[in-house]
């Protein structure tokens, strides 16, 4: 079961104005958008890889009370 045929899809997120694109992420991890080669219109060209689905199962952290 080799799946090495082409990058994964996935989506990039500009954190700077909030852009979504689709995007490749390559073997080492890097986030390339698809059809933008200069980076964000805003400027930013770093992206960072946006959750695709949305978990709603978060685990709301516990507040421990150590008081006692
Ligand atoms: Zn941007």
């Known amino acids: 079961m080799s799946r090495t045929n082409g990058p994964d899809r996935t989506?990039?997120?500009c954190p700077s104005c909030g852009s979504i694109y689709a995007a490749e992420r390559g073997p080492d991890g890097t986030i390339e958008p698809i059809g933008i080669s200069n980076g964000c219109?805003?400027?930013h060209t770093d992206f960072v890889e946006a959750e695709v689905e949305l978990e709603t199962e978060f685990d709301e952290p516990?507040?421990?009370d150590d008081s006692a």
């Open 11 to 13: 989506i990039a997120h």
């Open 41 to 43: 219109p805003c400027g």
């Open 62 to 64: 516990e507040v421990l």
